[in-house]
């Protein structure tokens, strides 16, 4: 089962909301991303953890929070948005095993849109 | 720094008929992977199919198949008896693995006809 689930599937907010995004995966995988993509535009990463540790942090704007409570689990906290962070947001998830060539596997996305 | 190019941003098949997707990538890295990924309008990212470069075999999946040539730095993806359900955003993507982040082509956009 190759399943990344997201929640919710569409989101609107004003820029003085909080909000989170939720993504699960079941597969036993032990590295988990976030993309943000923007209409007719590749993802792009935000962050990735591994093994639950936050290991790469794409320069991403602090209204931007992330969370990996377990191996399962990540959550994106939002805060003090910007119109300009309207945008598909993607999570996807891989192995992250010693020369495991790293498959990820991305939810099918929390529409987002900021007003 | 890894680099992928994708030169077609929109193509068009005909139901039934065979169609070839470019996608050259640049790297100084002598193990690594490629993927392509179909993102349909429903917007959820499915892969389709992988290669690793240590592997000489193209990779197949059904009626997809790739050409792999290391030396060019060129990775196509070949789509036979195209579907309707063919129809989607199509991203070639390269990862060295382990964590590291997957960088994407700018995507070709695939329309099928029946």
């Known amino acids: 089962d190759t399943e990344v689930t997201q929640t919710p599937k569409h989101l609107v907010m004003g820029m003085t909301n909080k909000k989170s995004l939720k993504c699960e995966q079941h597969m036993g995988h032990r590295a988990m991303y976030w993309y943000k993509q923007k209409a007719k535009k590749p993802p792009e990463l935000m962050f990735v953890?591994?093994?639950?540790?936050?290991?790469i942090n794409e320069s991403v704007p602090s209204r931007f929070s992330p969370e990996c409570p377990n191996s399962s689990l990540l959550n994106l906290h939002l805060h003090a948005l910007q119109p300009e962070d309207s945008a598909l947001y993607l999570c996807?998830?891989?192995?992250?095993?010693?020369?495991?060539?790293?498959?990820?596997?991305f939810g099918p996305g929390t529409r987002l849109l900021v007003l | 720094a890894q680099t992928v190019t994708q030169s077609q941003p929109e193509m068009s098949v005909q139901e039934a008929e065979t169609v070839t997707l470019s996608c050259t990538y640049d790297?100084?890295?002598?193990?690594?992977?490629l993927f392509w990924y179909k993102q349909p309008p429903s917007r959820q990212m499915i892969l389709v199919i992988r290669q690793e470069a240590y592997k000489q075999q193209n990779a197949t999946e059904n009626r997809f198949s790739v050409n792999f040539q290391k030396a060019a730095k060129s990775f196509s993806l070949k789509i036979s008896d195209s579907q309707l359900g063919d129809a989607a955003m199509y991203f070639c993507a390269y990862s060295r693995g382990a964590t590291n982040k997957l960088i994407f082509g700018t995507g070709t956009l695939l329309a099928v006809q029946p």
């Open positions: 996807a998830s891989s192995q992250d095993r010693v020369g495991g060539e790293e498959t990820q596997y």
């Open positions: 953890y591994s093994y639950e540790k936050l290991s």
């Open positions: 790297t100084s890295e002598s193990d690594y992977y």
